[in-house]
């Protein structure tokens, strides 16, 4: 089986720029998860969507969005780039859901830098 | 926020030592999950222990987990440096419905051949 590809892996875009994170979860895995990796903040939730609907949500501000369709693929928007915005994007897929309940199958990161 | 934080934030043995990590959480949790990174790379799910379990074992690892006292400890036994890595956990919250992960900050193991 297909491991959880994240595409572009390498992003560079200047600030008050918008960008498009793909990720396409391991086949029958409904829940798709973001986080956002940095060397200060560690990895931060930032949501969770399943079968198309988004379950949860970190604290993160409306300039991050995101949406899944119906193939369980997923997409993370981030407009207005700030330049703490550079991180490493990461997303989990899972048989069932996001939570502590079952275990998250990450990809290998979109590293986003923003200039 | 930071729901469980990894203690020490960084060691360093030598290959074939046993290396332990230790996690403290905050509130009260449903499950605690392990996880390794590999340098700016994607997670590696490792164990997950249920609140209601005490110990686990997965190979060379071995975890515990004490709710009185909210922490978990990770045991890698008979360490190589292919351990190098590193150890996250992560912890759910009681509650209603299914409450998202929240990760600590991470030890950084070095195994040193």
């Known amino acids: 089986k297909a491991g959880v590809t994240q595409t572009p892996r390498y992003l560079i875009k200047t600030r008050g720029q918008q960008v498009t994170l793909s990720c396409s979860p391991i086949s029958g895995h409904r829940s798709v998860s973001w986080y956002q990796q940095t060397p200060g903040q560690g990895l931060q939730f930032l949501f969770e969507y399943f079968s198309e609907t988004q379950r949860n949500k970190g604290n993160f501000p409306g300039r991050f969005s995101g949406r899944q369709f119906s193939n369980s693929r997923s997409e993370m928007n981030v407009s207005t780039l700030e330049l703490g915005d550079s991180a490493l994007y990461l997303c989990?897929?899972?048989?069932?859901?996001?939570?502590?309940?079952?275990?998250?199958?990450f990809g290998p990161g979109t590293r986003l830098t923003v200039l | 926020s930071q729901q469980g934080e990894e203690d020490p934030q960084a060691l360093s043995i030598q290959e074939g030592e046993n290396a332990t990590m230790n996690c403290s959480y905050k509130t009260s949790i449903n499950n605690l999950q392990w996880y390794r990174q590999n340098s700016g790379r994607g997670l590696v799910h490792l164990i997950l222990i249920r609140s209601n379990e005490r110990e686990k074992h997965s190979g060379r690892l071995r975890v515990t987990l004490d709710t009185s006292k909210k922490s978990s400890s990770l045991l890698i036994t008979a360490s190589r440096a292919a351990d190098t890595a590193s150890y996250f956990c992560?912890?759910?919250?009681?509650?209603?419905?299914?409450?998202?992960?929240?990760f600590g900050k991470g030890t950084r193991l070095s195994v040193i051949a």
């Open positions: 992560a912890t759910d919250t009681v509650g209603s419905g299914n409450t998202p992960l929240v």
């Open positions: 989990a897929s899972s048989l069932a859901g996001g939570g502590g309940y079952n275990e998250q199958f």
